[in-house]
């Protein structure tokens, strides 16, 4: 019970009080009388100091303290008592009672003003926190007690007295065993009790609580625990709320990254798919002549097939990738894969009036990989050299395609007189879907580093406004048992 509640009960003794005092006075008067002292007058005005404590405030109370000494003192000079020495030593004990009483009083006074002040803001810091104190007493029986904002908490009246039953009333039917496993501890003496339970409120409302308590040996063996219980309701419901966000957004991701696989198969499929058109369409050319040439017409269908193997590579590659099985780790000739790209990109360089020089300068190395996806960043790496040289027509559109060994590694360029890339965007080229171009998906160098870096190289650029640019790449060569 609170110490406002327990004045609040005083408060209403007073009502006892009173007769009680009036009682003292008689008793007073008939000892004064009995025993013929003069104590009366004294014990009157401490019982009047004593009550008045009770119910003034402090200038009140100090008004009324004074006034009783100086009409204590006062009576002994109205009556000449002072020309007695007796009764000059009878007041001065009798005014060293009351002036010590006066001064107990005072202090108790202030230490309970201060005490209240402290109670009013252990109350205020409860009900800020949502914290109430609770109390568990082993004993032959198990009693309860519980601070205001507990009451609340459980949302039972304030002057409801707290027990188990109330307890198990307010508790969420499948937590009932958490509040049986509390009792179990607390008999069995453990140490520190941390539960955290549902409440489930007469409206169907849930709350969360949790309470922490700890052990005191009380007189008599009985051990109390003391304990604070939290509703943390608030915070377990933006825990859900974050999670939702968290699936949400994971969602969200899923279908962003499909999002980007749709687009990066678009991109790899696009290329050869126009290329089969063509060859298609030539092929139909080469055999609707007046003398058809089967030989010209047979390239063509070549061309189909290894456009067509190469659609159906890269969507068993696709597959793989949803499968999320390993992708396919063969030893390759590195020139081979550098070659078959650029075969693969020949009508798209003459269609951009693009002359390619090849120096292919690492005969006989391998590498360990897959050829696909090694295939689709040389590709994707001439497409773009191509579409930044659209643009130029004051010189001549040139892409040049190295190969060489250096140390470990093969490496490969692949540079062209194209319009070049300003230093300020160089560093987000890699970014996925950072593009410059009206119609670009800005995905194919991000895709490009994934792979080179799945195969343990590395890929980078330099380049030059107005000057073109390069980009390099450096594999790792397959170990020597594997050659
Ligand atoms: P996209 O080609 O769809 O834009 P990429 O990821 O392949 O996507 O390229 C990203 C950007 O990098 C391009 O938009 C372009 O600005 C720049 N870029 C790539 N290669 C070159 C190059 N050879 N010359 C100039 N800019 C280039």
């Given at each position: 019970m609170s110490v406002i509640k327990r004045c609040e009960k005083y408060m209403l003794s007073y009502a006892v009080a009173w007769p009680a005092a009036?009682?003292?006075?008689?008793?007073?008067?008939?000892?004064?009388?009995?025993?013929?002292?003069?104590v009366a007058s004294t014990l009157f005005y401490i019982t009047l100091v004593l009550m008045s404590s009770n119910f003034l405030p402090p200038p009140a109370f100090l008004s009324v303290?004074?006034?009783?000494?100086?009409?204590?003192?006062?009576?002994?000079?109205?009556?000449?008592g002072y020309l007695d020495y007796k009764l000059i030593a009878g007041l001065v004990c009798s005014l060293i009672g009351l002036l010590i009483i006066i001064l107990l009083v005072w202090r108790n006074k202030k230490?309970?003003?201060?005490?209240?002040?402290?109670?009013?803001?252990?109350?205020?810091?409860?009900?800020?926190?949502?914290?109430?104190s609770v109390g568990i007493i082993i004993g032959h029986e198990i009693s309860l007690s519980w601070s205001e904002e507990s009451s609340r908490i459980f949302e039972y009246p304030s002057d409801v007295t707290p027990t188990l039953d109330l307890v198990r009333a307010r508790t969420y039917p499948d937590d009932l065993s958490i509040i049986d496993s509390?009792?179990?501890?607390?008999?069995?003496?453990?140490?520190?009790?941390?539960?955290?339970?549902?409440?489930?409120?007469?409206?169907?409302?849930?709350?969360?609580?949790?309470?922490?308590?700890s052990p005191m040996l009380k007189d008599g063996g009985h051990i109390e625990y003391f304990g604070a219980l939290m509703d943390v309701t608030a915070?377990?419901?933006?825990?859900?709320?974050?999670?939702?966000?968290?699936?949400k957004l994971a969602h969200m991701t899923r279908l962003t990254s499909m999002g980007e696989l749709a687009a990066s198969i678009a991109h790899e499929i696009n290329q050869p798919l126009a290329a089969l058109i063509t060859s298609g369409e030539c092929c139909k050319r080469w055999i609707n002549r007046p003398e058809p040439d089967l030989e010209e017409a047979g390239?063509?269908?070549?061309?189909?097939?290894?456009?067509?193997?190469?659609?159906?590579?890269?969507?068993t590659c696709i597959r793989a990738l949803s499968r999320q099985s390993e992708l396919q780790r063969t030893v390759e000739l590195f020139e081979a894969i550098v070659s078959d790209s650029l075969a693969l990109m020949q009508h798209d360089i003459s269609y951009h009036e693009v002359r390619s020089h090849c120096h292919l300068g690492a005969p006989s190395v391998f590498i360990s990989g897959d050829r696909i996806q090694l295939q689709q960043v040389i590709i994707n790496l001439i497409i773009n050299a191509c579409?930044?040289?659209?643009?130029?027509?004051?010189r001549a559109r040139i892409l040049r395609i190295h190969t060489s060994v250096n140390d470990s590694e093969v490496v490969l360029e692949v540079a062209d007189s194209g319009s070049g890339i300003s230093k300020d965007i160089l560093p987000s080229l890699f970014d996925p879907f950072f593009t410059t171009k009206p119609t670009g998906l800005g995905i194919g160098l991000s895709i490009c580093r994934s792979i080179i870096e799945f195969h343990g190289g590395r890929i980078w650029v330099n380049s030059k406004v107005g000057r073109g640019t390069q980009f390099m790449v450096a594999l790792p060569l397959a170990p020597l048992k594997e050659n």
């Open positions: 009036i009682a003292v006075g008689s008793m007073i008067t008939m000892t004064n009388a009995y025993l013929d002292l003069d303290a004074v006034s009783n000494v100086v009409i204590l003192s006062n009576g002994l000079i109205t009556d000449g230490a309970t003003s201060l005490w209240r002040r402290k109670e009013a803001l252990f109350l205020a810091a409860q009900k800020l926190s949502h914290t109430g509390v009792l179990e501890q607390a008999i069995s003496r453990q140490g520190l009790i941390e539960v955290e339970h549902r409440l489930v409120m007469p409206d169907g409302r849930v709350k969360h609580v949790q309470m922490v308590a915070s377990r419901q933006s825990e859900e709320a974050l999670f939702h966000s968290q699936a390239k063509s269908v070549d061309r189909i097939i290894q456009n067509s193997v190469r659609i159906s590579d890269v969507i579409q930044a040289m659209a643009g130029v027509h004051d």
